[in-house]
């Protein structure tokens, strides 16, 4: 064999130390079989020149990447011998290997991507079906990243996805899988899993590990993640289905509060499909004349008169009848229609305030609901300006009731927006208070005018003493705060009268009327104002 100096530079080593060893001390094994059998082709007549690329070795640990052109030289004598040209081909390689893990990785995470991560779950799903082995597909979603992204900024948002694919790609075992959808969706799938028992353990560990806390830019970013599972072969056969089956089980999992994992369960495909049907039927709802707004009155307990009203929002759906907003406020804060839809609701109340309050009316004041999408989008301000311009109602008149949820975050701009609405006179109230985890410090940055008592400390409230302490430590709360309290849901005249002796200012609840269309309200105002003894305020 001989070799020439350009073949001795690629692999570092003088010429007598190649003779009769390239193959095998400068090769890749595998390669060396591939060009071996390329050379019995050669050899045996069945090609005249043959081209592949190949591995080589040198001694330094590098690998050559080689496209090997090769022909039998004219045999005048034996042996036989090979012309073989060697170019080095390793740049070009390295770019196409750069290409392709591009095509098949996150840029900004690492992690596989969509197409990678169906490729690698396929190839799973069939070691799976062979074996008859379980695997569960894990669909991991952060809890309130826009918050995240809204307080500190993108490149931070940024960070934290990283953070949690690195934690999520350490937190696995060898052969499961880590990807990224995109946004905040990330998917892990367990192999070889025995039963949920297992995939509870696994799913544990990677909320625990994606749980602690970052410190990112001198910043503390509080993490959480809410997660939905489906197993193969229980719920389904095909990545694809497995995919959205755990895509419905990670949206009951937000429902459920976030931070906690739900299974797959047939009936959530139903609660899917009705999302989706109600998330289509919004869209035409408003020009279809289907929205309306009902009230539900709002009473002064130390004299028993109509002080307030709050406006709910509800759906005539033309096939499944009166909808309460439970059932389709998640749709409408996802839908595009969200935001028009939100402005609307705002727009009727303030009409039907100025309406009831025109004529020297009752001084009613109007509560609307705004959802934390509103709140959050910054136009919530412009919206209620509006409406307070086309309608004429007194700003005084009107109170913006806020979720106390965590989305209400106590930030910059959470303030701001506040302030805002108080500059142009309209009121505040903390609604659902107690359910969720608002502090005494929270509420008295928030400055509300408000704090609307949630039904589930109200229920019971003479009878519970849990329950009692509660109610009476808020209502202490807001005195020193000076800020009125209104009690929801309240239904017995036994509640009443505890919340009437700890010196609540309003109730609200089905003691006194549900709530009810614009004309019926009317009706139910002119009873209540009548004095006591001609017939009272109907409960409806
Ligand atoms: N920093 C950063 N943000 C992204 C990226 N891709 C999407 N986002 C943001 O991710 C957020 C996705 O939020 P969602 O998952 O819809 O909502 P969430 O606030 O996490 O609320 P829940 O999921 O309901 O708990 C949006 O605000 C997007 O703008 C990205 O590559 N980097």
Redesign the pocket.
Known sequence: MRVNRAMCRLLGVPADALVGAVQDAFGDSGDNAIEREYQQDLLAGRSDAVQYERRYRPKDGHTVWALVSATLLPANHEPQHFLIQVNDVTERKRAEEELAHLAHHDA?TGVANRAMLSEQVERELAVARRRGSRLAVVFI??????????TY?????????KELASRLAHSVRAIDIVGRL????FVVVLSEVSDARDVIALTDKLRRECGRPLHVNGHEVRLAV?MGVSLFPDDAQDFRTLLRFADSALYQA?GEG?NNVQFYRPELTARMEMRVRLGAGLRTALERGELEMFYQPIVTLADGRPAAAEALLRWHHPELGLLLPDLFLPMLE?SSMGEEIGAWTILESCRQAALWNADGGPGLRMGVNVTPAQFKSGRLVPVVEAALRATGLDAGRLCVEITEQS?LADTEQTRATLAALKTLGVLVAIDDFGTGYSSLGYISRLKPDELKVDKSLVTDVDTDAERAGLVVAALAMARSLRLLVVAEGVETEAEQAFLLAHGCDMAQGFLHARPIPAPQFEQWLVAAGRPKGAGGAPAH
């Open positions: 900004l979603d952060l809890d309130y990243f826009k918050h995240i992204n809204d900024g993108h490149e931070t948002g940024d960070v934290v996805l995109g946004g905040d969706e809410s937000k976030r996802e989305q």
